[in-house]
């Protein structure tokens, strides 16, 4: 063969293998914030937080009233963002590589892969084979050495390993045994979200003349908490209110200033035009301690936070500006999930792919008409007990119910979203109808994915006795029976509460090493005009009743000491707390319940 003839060969190989031109195609930013809560922007409502740049970027595009992540914990949903399929098709159910089975817990969780496989299409993988230029910068959460972002399509990687926190939000960004990758070279004392902002605009200044795609998952706004210090004793002057952590709220002011500086460089360098910007996050905002001394944030009106399948911790942020959007400003109550990023960034960009997500483009909502999206319901699946200390389970949404259904038990719980946003009032008794077919569309939905199930823990031991004979019931360990009795994780609650219904009650198990007779003390509050309830306390044929004391408020708690009961056998034995009469408007608030051993 001539030289000539073999040159020819090779350039229409490397003419057929390399990416197809994206010339004119839109770029795409696309910023994804580690447990930022909806409520945590002011145009989300927050009165405390200030975010003045996503603020002016919700009246740019368009804000989703209705937007969720496809699960309460942050890899699953980095799943569905890259992929646009509901992560329970891969097996990545929990955060990586998850939290192992406990002793505590009454079901084994699934088996989990320690990463995204390669198989998988991703949507730098989709873009970059359209042309485009591909970043990732910050979090990547999603497998480690041969899983990371580079062998997912990605041509640049800046902080992104298999980690879940970073090793320091201050420079030096390194522990004994590593350096953050791409961040070797740092001054001290520089801000991890500021040097991913300068990385993240240094990739856009040097691709500007070709599309591109960004991926800026920050690390902030996860714990463990840190803030420039400045910022930090600025929210500490200005008081507390229901949000009112400062060195959070720190964090939060610093990811805005962050998503200001992206925009700025857009405009400074004129592609702000044909850039699609989107912004999220991968789960609710954490609302409980998980080991700090304050919780994070507070998500209210919306239920509880991350971990939680109700709405504090699936509702997320989502503002969309750029190409194709109808109305800037306009704000729509569009039922969404993060599996819709995939084939919405597709579509804004024109790019074809042989994936075939879950999701579905939202580009029509963004236009302004609401009424194409055809789906059915979004779904989830989390069988995992979290660090926030929600039990396994899964949820549907379909129109304005939500089913929240519990693994351990069956227990099913139906809430009027629209209606009645904070999920305070379970129909699962008024509307037993929509119930049996939102849990058949859970069911059809668990099998047509592959979701795996929990199973029965061989090694489960509830609430065993201490060394000193006593028996401590944490209401977090307590099974609810009935209609709106429930735990309440939050810290200034961490209680049962919303006992307004008295055929609620609840039970306890727990084992014993040594029976014998106990007295039974009740951490109890009881708000101002309900004391007097009778309730029943019983373990077998053994029972007793006692009055409940109004003690002011019911997160007002007091220690009583109410009767005694007598257990002849060690092993397994369940404790069930019952309401007899209850005169007031609720029963009462427990925090715990103790089993004291007789002298």
């Not at 500490?236 to 700025?264: F, I």
């Not at 109700?310 to 194709?324: A, H, K, W």
């Not at 009424?371 to 549907?396: C, E």
């Not at 309440?488 to 219904?501: I, Q, S």
């Amino acid at each position: 063969m001539s030289r000539a003839a073999f040159a020819l060969i090779v350039a229409l190989f490397v003419a057929t293998a390399a990416p197809a031109p994206a010339a004119g195609k839109p770029n795409v930013v696309l910023v994804v914030i580690d447990d930022l809560g909806q409520r945590d922007l002011g145009c989300y409502g927050s009165t405390y937080y200030r975010t003045p740049n996503l603020d002016a970027l919700a009246k740019q595009g368009v804000r989703f009233t209705d937007a969720y992540a496809s699960c309460p914990v942050c890899s699953p949903t980095r799943v569905s963002l890259l992929t646009g399929k509901y992560p329970q098709r891969v097996g990545i159910t929990d955060w990586l590589p998850g939290q192992a089975d406990r002793p505590i817990h009454k079901l084994s969780r699934p088996k989990l892969p320690a990463e995204l496989p390669l198989t998988e299409v991703t949507l730098a993988e989709a873009l970059k084979a359209a042309g485009y230029a591909t970043a990732h910068v910050g979090k990547w959460h999603l497998g480690g050495e041969g899983f990371g972002p580079k062998e997912q399509g990605f041509d640049l990687n800046i902080a992104g390993d298999h980690t879940g926190t970073p090793i320091s939000y201050f420079a030096p960004f390194r522990n004994k045994q590593r350096f953050m990758p791409g961040l070797e070279v740092a001054p001290d004392g520089e801000y991890l979200t500021d040097r991913l902002t300068a990385e993240a605009i240094k990739f856009i200044e040097a691709n500007k003349d070709r599309p591109f795609f960004l991926y800026l998952p920050h690390y902030a706004v996860h714990t463990p908490l840190r803030g420039k210090k400045e910022l930090v004793e600025k929210y500490k002057a200005r008081g507390h209110g229901s949000q009112g952590n400062p060195v959070y709220a720190a964090m939060v002011e610093s990811m805005d200033e962050s998503v200001g500086r992206v925009l700025k460089a857009l405009d400074d360098l004129k592609l702000a035009d044909n850039t699609c910007v989107i912004f999220t996050s991968d789960n609710g905002g954490l609302a409980t301690l998980e080991g700090m001394p304050a919780a994070s944030t507070f998500n209210g009106p919306l239920r509880e936070g991350k971990g939680y399948l109700y709405e504090g911790g699936v509702r997320v942020p989502l503002i969309v500006r750029g190409p194709g959007v109808g109305k800037a400003g306009s704000a729509t109550d569009t039922v969404t999930s993060s599996i819709d990023v995939f084939p919405t960034v597709l579509d804004v960009c024109g790019v074809k792919s042989d994936a075939k997500p879950d999701g579905l483009s939202l580009t029509t909502v963004l236009k302004g008409d609401a009424r194409t999206l055809a789906r059915d319901a979004i779904y989830w699946h989390y069988p995992h007990y979290a660090n926030q200390g929600s039990k396994p389970g899964g949820a549907v949404r379909a129109g304005d119910y939500k089913l929240v259904e519990y693994y351990e038990n069956g227990r099913r719980e139906l809430f009027n979203v629209k209606q009645d946003l904070s999920e305070s009032r379970n129909l699962s008794a008024d509307k037993p109808d929509v119930v049996k077919d939102l849990a058949a569309k859970l069911a059809a939905w668990r099998t047509e994915v592959g979701a795996k199930m929990p199973t029965p823990n061989p090694d489960y031991h509830p609430n065993p006795q201490a060394a000193d004979g006593t028996v401590t019931l944490h209401a977090r360990s307590a099974e609810v029976h009935g209609v709106m009795l429930r735990y309440e994780p939050l810290p200034h609650k961490d209680t049962l509460g919303f006992w307004v219904n008295p055929k609620d009650f609840a039970t306890w198990e727990f084992e014993l090493s040594k029976p014998g007779t106990f007295t039974v003390e009740v951490l109890q509050g009881c708000g101002k005009g309900s004391g007097g309830s009778e309730v029943e306390v019983s373990s077998g044929d053994a029972k007793f009743t006692f009055v409940v004391k109004e003690t002011g408020g019911f997160q007002t708690f007091e220690a009583r000491e109410v009767g005694t009961l007598a257990f002849d056998k060690p092993g397994r034995h369940t404790l069930t707390v019952t309401p007899v009469k209850k005169p007031g408007a609720a029963v009462m608030d427990v925090r715990q319940v103790v089993l004291k051993p007789g002298k």
